[in-house]
């Protein structure tokens, strides 16, 4: 067994654990005087894949900063594993981190003069030191694994957002992460594309790899997600696993938001849906 199927087996056998793998608690940062982000808890658990949602500004990518420790909070704890994340100081102490926490933002930000498999192998050789053989072979891996192994000699600019998005995933699965986050992956994507980074972050919650979502896909964070954080104004407002936040939801607030969210396609539970229009006024209503 090569060194990537040993980590992907390590993934799908390993149980969701108990303990959490990533904790803030009451965690509280401001920009100057603007308080963005005011007693957040957040608990994700090993094997889990949690969704961060709530509307635009109310604090989803400054959590996920703060847990990659690209943001310090002025106070609370973030622990990732045994590491306390906000006391982090030196340079050489957050790179460490930032190989157990993988990125992946809106943007892909690949080296566009590099082929799609260079990409790949970059960090794990410069940052990680591993031997170039050894990352080709995982590198290959995780392109069949983002199905793009046919593209492995493409540059960038060749592929679609979608396959890019792709290659981001694989990029950041390269440096075998304890968990990875994800900012809004597919809110740049022609709608065609999305479906198809869904389906390999679909694939990766399935293998048991930690994920945390900040997504305004509701439909996915419903089916994907263990559990569900909403977020307003710099607050979780509630949290609790994805079928009671969809289906049930205790705040009024979460509530509002899901229904203007999820769109035609849902109705408060025990709403009557719409009679039909009599044919006279449907005339006038088209
Ligand atoms: N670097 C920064 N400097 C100053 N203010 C910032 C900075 N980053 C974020 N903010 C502010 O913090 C608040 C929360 O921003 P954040 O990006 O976390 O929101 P969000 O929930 O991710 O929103 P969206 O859904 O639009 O991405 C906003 O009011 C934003 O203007
Ligand atoms: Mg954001």
């Known amino acids: 067994m090569n060194a990537t199927d040993a980590f992907l087996s390590t993934l799908v056998t390993a149980p969701a654990s108990n303990a959490a793998l990533v904790n ?12 963005v982000l005011k007693g957040i ?7 889990e894949a ?16 703060c847990i ?20 982090l100081r030196t340079e050489a102490e957050l790179i460490a981190l930032r190989k157990r926490v993988g990125f992946v933002f809106q943007q892909y930000n690949l080296f566009p003069h590099l082929t799609v498999l260079e990409n790949l192998v970059l960090a794990p050789t410069r940052v990680v030191g591993r031997d170039r053989t050894a990352a080709l072979r995982e590198a290959r891996e995780l392109l069949k694994k983002v199905r793009l192994a046919h593209k492995e000699s493409a540059y960038p600019g060749e592929l679609s957002g979608g396959q890019q998005q792709r290659v981001a995933i ?15 992956v597919t809110s740049a994507l022609d ?25 305004h896909e509701m439909r996915f964070a419903e089916e994907v997600s263990d559990q569900v954080y909403f977020t307003e104004a710099g607050r979780i407002v509630e949290h609790g696993p994805a079928r ?8 009024e607030r979460t509530r509002e938001f899901l229904q203007r969210s999820l769109g035609e396609g849902t109705r408060p539970r025990n709403m009557q849906p719409t009679p ?10 088209l």
Do not use: W, Y
Request: net charge neutral; hydrophobic share 40%.
């Open 41 to 47: 808890d957040v608990q994700v658990r090993r094997g």
């Open 170 to 184: 694989a990029r950041a699965l390269a440096m075998q992460p304890e968990l990875i986050l994800f900012d809004e």
């Open 191 to 215: 709608p065609e594309t999305v479906g198809e980074v869904l389906t390999v972050i679909r694939d990766l919650v399935k293998d048991g790899m930690t994920c945390v979502l900040v997504t």
């Open 244 to 251: 009671q936040i969809f289906g049930n939801p205790s705040s």
């Open 276 to 285: 039909p229009l009599p044919f006279n006024q449907l005339r006038f209503a």
């Open 24 to 35: 803030l608690k009451n965690v509280h940062l401001s920009f100057g005087s603007n308080e």
């Open 68 to 87: 990659t420790g690209l943001l310090r909070p002025q106070r609370g704890e973030i622990l990732v594993g045994a590491t306390r994340v906000d006391t």
């Open 50 to 65: 949690v969704s961060i949602i709530g509307p635009s500004g109310s604090g989803k990518s400054t959590i996920l900063r």
